[in-house]
């Protein structure tokens, strides 16, 4: 990982930003001192954009020259580090992390086999059974989810969901098998998942870049979602769960942001997904305390980061509401 001084100046660069308006406000403040914010996105009407210094419109990540394109930005712009606020883009960052080392460009983020993971709920799914942690069955042959619906192993209603999706998008909530069929004959690559009739709860964890240690974690208890993102939300701490977060970040192996989904279930913590970037809810953190931002300036600097975990203030409610940002042509 390269490192800068604190006297020099280095240029972060924050692909496919969108409406992660508060995330780029965030590191143009942390990072002011040090040097610029850059953003890109495929479209002007990204409002996160004009929020940075300076900004690039770019082609979409499957372009064949999206990443020719993002390698030009990094050189002309002096860049240090480069992170991505979307789930498809993570694995083509880290599976490209020579070019950008060559570059000297740090990533921010985890191994391509950790993103690829993550992207996978099925691969996810068979990674925490095995190492023994608490998540919904899943399935990809309805036949083997059929077998287990007879036995009484599992019940409906369940969850239809892509085996690599997110944002929630094309997700159904079936009562029934006739729905499964119907599904599954119009769209390919579906998965068949437990439903989790509990509290959901968010974790914003950071890992450190040069340790590797579990160094932050804020957990909120989900009240309302909107559009496969927390709404309304309220901070809270439990060293259980702060546990189970540490040992299954440390075993699975990833670094940098994660945005964890977890469901508790009589007093038990069932892990659902992980987002290795920040999550759409991280402002909540961030206002209570938990500055990953400054984690990663840190790392940047050469410097690892001490354990703050549950260094937060409990029963903080976050509310999110619409904003607009006009622009004339």
Known sequence: MKTYKSEQKTNVLLLSVGTRNKIVRYFKEEFKSVGKVIATDMSELAPAIYEADKYYLVPPISAENYLDVIYDICEKESIGAVLSLIDPELSLLAKNEKRFKDLGVTIIGSSYEM???????????????????????????????????????????????????????????????????ILFENS????????????????????????????????????????????????????????????????????????????????????????????????????????????????????????????????VYMMKYNDLLIKRS
């Open 188 to 315: 390919s690559d579906l998965m068949i998942q437990e439903f989790l009739n509990g509290q959901e709860i968010g974790a914003d964890v950071y890992i450190d870049l040069i340790s590797k240690e579990v160094v932050s974690i804020f957990t909120k208890k989900k009240i309302a979602m909107r559009a496969g993102e927390t709404d309304k939300a309220v901070s809270f701490k439990d060293d259980k769960l702060f546990s189970v977060i540490e040992r299954f970040v440390k075993k699975a192996g990833f670094c940098g942001q994660i945005d964890i989904d977890i469901f508790e279930i009589d007093g038990r913590y069932y892990i659902s997904e992980v987002n290795p970037r920040f999550g759409g809810g991280y402002p909540h953190a961030y206002e209570c305390g938990c500055n990953h931002i400054k984690l990663i300036k840190n790392n940047l600097e050469g410097r690892a980061n001490k354990a703050r975990i549950g260094l937060y203030e409990s029963g």
């Open 115 to 181: 993103c690829e993971m993550s992207l996978d709920k099925m691969k996810m799914y068979r990674w925490l059974e095995t190492n023994g942690f608490n998540c919904a069955k899943s399935y990809d042959d309805k036949n083997l989810f059929y077998d287990d619906l007879k036995k009484g192993k599992i019940n409906f209603p369940v969850f239809v969901k892509p085996i690599k999706g997110s944002a929630s998008v094309a997700i159904s909530k079936v009562h029934q098998s006739e729905t499964i069929e």
